[in-house]
T-cell receptor, first 112, second 115 residues
Framework: DSGVTQTPKHLITATGQRVTLRCSPR?????VYWYQQSLDQGLQFLIQ???????AKGNILERFSAQQFPDLHSELNLSSLELGDSALYFC???????????FGPGTRLTVL | GENVEQHPSTLSVQEGDSAVIKCTYS??????FPWYKQELGKRPQLIID?????GEKKDQRIAVTLNKTAKHFSLHITETQPEDSAVYFC??????????????FGKGTLLTVNP
C-alpha cells in the first residue's frame, strides 16, 4: 500500500457525460500528479499540482481539468467523454522538493 | 520534450536466469530514473531508482545502471522467480523548477518468468 488513495475504483459511463476522479496523496505530500494509462498510449503525464497550484501540464485535453484543494486532495474532471477516454487514471504523490512518486491504485474509466 | 525508448517489449526467461531491460532517453538534463513494476490491473510500484550522480545501484536481486554519456539506463534482475512476472516501466524526469518532477515513461516490458 503506497498511502495514496483514489476513488472510485471503477467508473462506467456514457459518451458525452462528465465524471470526477478523486485522489488523496500520502500524508505530508504536497505534489499530486495525474497520469493516463491506455493500451495504445502507455502511461502519459496529464497534469501536476503542488500545494494547491498548477505546476505542469502534459498531454491533457481541454475537456479535462483538475484542481487541488486546501486539504491537498485532488480531483480530475473529465467532460464530454468519448470512447477513447476509456483508460486507467492514476494519481501519484511526492513530497516537498523530492522526485520519488508513489502511485495510487487507479480508477478504471469505461466510456460506453 | 523528453522521449524514453524501452526494449524489449516482451521478455521471456526461465526461472533462475537473469533479465535485462534497457532504456534510452533524449533529454540530457534528465537526472532521475525510476523503474516501476506493474502487475495486471494494479498500480505501478517503484522498485528501484537512480539519480544522475550515481552510475549503479543495487537492491538484493535488482540493479540499475546509468550511462549519462550514452543516455541510457538498464534494469538487471538476477535469479528470476515466477513472482517477478509483470510489466516493467522505466521513466525519466528532471527538475523543472518549482517541484515539478513529471515522469516520462517508456512503453513497458512484459517479463514472463517460466517455472
Amino acid at each position: 500500500d503506497s498511502g495514496v488513495t483514489q476513488t472510485p475504483k471503477h467508473l462506467i459511463t456514457a459518451t458525452g457525460q462528465r465524471v470526477t476522479l478523486r485522489c488523496s496523496p500520502r500524508s505530508g505530500d504536497l505534489s499530486v500528479y495525474w497520469y493516463q494509462q491506455s493500451l495504445d498510449q502507455g502511461l502519459q503525464f496529464l497534469i501536476q499540482y503542488y500545494n494547491g497550484e498548477e505546476r505542469a501540464k502534459g498531454n491533457i485535453l481541454e475537456r479535462f481539468s483538475a484542481q487541488q484543494f486546501p486539504d491537498l486532495h485532488s480531483e480530475l474532471n473529465l467532460s464530454s467523454l468519448e470512447l477513447g477516454d476509456s483508460a486507467l487514471y492514476f494519481c501519484a504523490s511526492s513530497g516537498k522538493n523530492t522526485d520519488t512518486q508513489y502511485f495510487g491504485p487507479g480508477t478504471r474509466l469505461t466510456v460506453l | 520534450g523528453e522521449n524514453v525508448e524501452q526494449h524489449p517489449s516482451t521478455l521471456s526467461v526461465q526461472e533462475g536466469d537473469s533479465a535485462v531491460i534497457k532504456c534510452t532517453y533524449s533529454d540530457s538534463a534528465s537526472n532521475y530514473f525510476p523503474w516501476y513494476k506493474q502487475e495486471l490491473g494494479k498500480r505501478p510500484q517503484l522498485i528501484i531508482d537512480i539519480r544522475s550522480n550515481v552510475g549503479e545501484k543495487k537492491d538484493q536481486r535488482i540493479a540499475v545502471t546509468l550511462n549519462k554519456t550514452a543516455k541510457h539506463f538498464s534494469l538487471h534482475i538476477t535469479e528470476t522467480q515466477p513472482e517477478d512476472s509483470a510489466v516493467y516501466f522505466c521513466a525519466a524526469s528532471k527538475s523543472g523548477g518549482g517541484s515539478n518532477y513529471k515522469l516520462t515513461f517508456g512503453k513497458g516490458t512484459l517479463l514472463t518468468v517460466n517455472p
